[in-house]
């Protein structure tokens, strides 16, 4: 179960012991637009207090860019921290969407996913 306020999502469902690497993805489907990741961070951290933040260019953020508007634009990216005794992460990034259209497009046209691997 993922439960979600205005600052941070929970998980509390199967154990795990490590967070393997995180991946974020960016889309944009059926529509003239762009989603956009900039400014991205994750900070991982292990019970006995050893931490490591890994910072991502905006060069290399993600970006689903549909100058098209048929198909769908995706990109992807995975952050994979150096030491594998972490099981907490916290990941903050800036998100932009935009489309020059006129109409607004679907709900899911525009969107991004932060998805943990854990072992």
Not at 9 to 31: E, N
């Amino acid at each position: 179960m993922i439960a979600v306020d205005t600052d941070s999502a929970q998980y509390s469902q199967d154990a795990f012991s490590r967070i393997t690497r995180v991946q974020l993805q960016a889309a944009a489907t059926g529509v003239h637009g762009e989603m956009q990741m900039r400014s991205i961070s994750a900070a991982f951290a292990a019970a006995d207090g050893s931490t490591e933040t890994v910072v991502v260019p905006d060069s290399s953020a993600p970006a689903g860019n549909n100058s098209t508007g048929s198909g769908t634009a995706a990109q992807a990216i995975q952050i994979t921290p150096f030491s594998a005794n972490y099981d907490s992460v916290i990941v903050n990034m800036q998100v932009r969407l935009s489309s020059p259209q006129t109409t607004l497009p679907a709900p899911d046209s525009l969107r991004g996913g932060i998805y943990v691997f854990a072992a």
